[in-house]
């Protein structure tokens, strides 16, 4: 793959995260929080998927949720890093995960995912 065709993590907001998952067909989200060990630890696998060639379709997004209130309610009472995907704008799944196999769980279901038509 050529540098210029990677796709990259894009960091954005709460109005970013609305934007992109209404313009793109499926979305993978992960929000994050200043201090979190585990965050800093998934940083890249997650950088790693997004230039991943069976995931060349879908976006990754960044959000600091410490910044961003609806990422925050979004999370509910769950903790930093909360992972979220969206297909069509509508959210398909949403936790934290702690772990490269957990992530990679939920974005492959998330490429596998056939949207309604």
């Known amino acids: 793959m050529k540098e210029s065709e990677r796709q990259h993590v894009i960091d954005t907001n709460d109005e970013g995260l609305r934007t992109y998952t209404h313009e793109h067909l499926k ?5 994050t929080s200043e201090n979190c060990e585990i965050c800093k630890r998934l940083t890249p696998p ?9 995931y060349r379709t879908i976006m990754f997004l960044r959000l600091n949720s ?4 609806v990422a925050r309610k979004l999370m509910q009472e769950k903790a930093a890093p909360f992972f979220v995907s969206y297909c069509q704008g509508h959210l398909l799944e949403c ?3 702690t772990s490269e196999e957990q992530v990679h769980g939920m974005l492959e279901r998330l490429r596998e995912y056939v949207p309604q038509s």
């Open 46 to 54: 997650f950088a790693k998927f997004a230039d991943d060639e069976p």
């Open 27 to 31: 979305v993978f989200a992960k929000f």
């Open 66 to 69: 410490d910044e961003n209130p």
């Open 95 to 97: 936790d934290s995960l």
